[in-house]
T-cell receptor, first 116, second 113 residues
Framework: KAGVTQTPRYLIKTRGQQVTLSCSPI?????VSWYQQTPGQGLQFLFE???????NKGNFPGRFSGRQFSNSRSEMNVSTLELGDSALYLC???????????????FGQGTRLTVV | GNSVTQMEGPVTLSEEAFLTINCTYT??????LFWYVQYPGEGLQLLLK?????DKGSNKGFEATYRKETTSFHLEKGSVQVSDSAVYFC????????????FGTGTRLTIIP
């Protein structure tokens, strides 16, 4: 089956602009999570969506937002970009069956965002 | 809150050497534990997992045992290959009704022929 698809793979934006990243999860997966990966901070959790609802949120400013559509596809948006937002943004999808054992997360290849 | 402490790298080994990458965790309740691997230019791939105490996860010659008494999940492989060169991440989920993964800092492994 098709894996997790993230688009675009690479982006270059100017400070102050906004950006939207897209993630298409594996068919049948209802949970989509987003992570930011930087050399200095490592992998940090941004938020998780399950059945179109944000279920958990990391410690990021309000400039970072997301949403999930009825087909489980997800987008994340970063407004008023800062140089420090340059990172690899990873999306992970999982079955997300709710309470109980967390299910296996499958990651996309990521979107490399560079802010200049 | 949850946290994962992972052996700092980089680690360089000769082919066929024995590998250990240490991982310890802090979490409430009974977390699930994972090892992910990241190859250059790629996302993360699940290497192995364990969902309860004393479980052993294994895959591709790698093994890790969920040790609740020492809150550890060390990754081992008996004979590494050049193709094992990658960055390895230890991670956990709290199983409290969400899928959030908490990651360690990652260990870069380089295998020399």
């Amino acid at each position: 089956k098709a894996g997790v698809t993230q688009t675009p793979r690479y982006l270059i934006k100017t400070r102050g602009q906004q950006v939207t990243l897209s993630c298409s999860p594996i068919s049948g997966h209802r949970s989509v999570s987003w992570y930011q990966q930087t050399p200095g901070q490592g992998l940090q959790f941004l938020f998780e969506y399950f059945s179109e609802t944000q279920r958990n949120k990391g410690n990021f400013p309000g400039r970072f937002s997301g949403r999930q559509f009825s087909n489980s596809r997800s987008e994340m948006n970063v407004s008023t970009l800062e140089l420090g937002d340059s990172a690899l943004y990873l999306c992970a999808s999982s079955l997300g069956q709710g309470a109980g054992r967390a299910t296996e997360a499958f990651f996309g290849q990521g979107t490399r965002l560079t802010v200049v | 809150g949850n946290s994962v402490t992972q052996m700092e790298g980089p680690v360089t080994l000769s082919e066929e050497a024995f590998l250990t990458i240490n991982c310890t965790y802090t979490a409430t309740g009974y977390p699930s534990l994972f090892w992910y691997v990241q190859y250059p230019g790629e996302g993360l791939q699940l290497l192995l997992k364990a969902t309860k105490a004393d479980d052993k996860g294994s895959n591709k010659g790698f093994e890790a045992t969920y040790r609740k008494e020492t809150t550890s999940f060390h990754l081992e492989k008996g004979s590494v290959q050049v193709s094992d060169s990658a960055v390895y991440f230890c991670a956990l989920t709290s199983n409290f009704g969400n899928e959030k993964l908490t990651f360690g800092t990652g260990t870069r492994l380089t295998i020399i022929p």
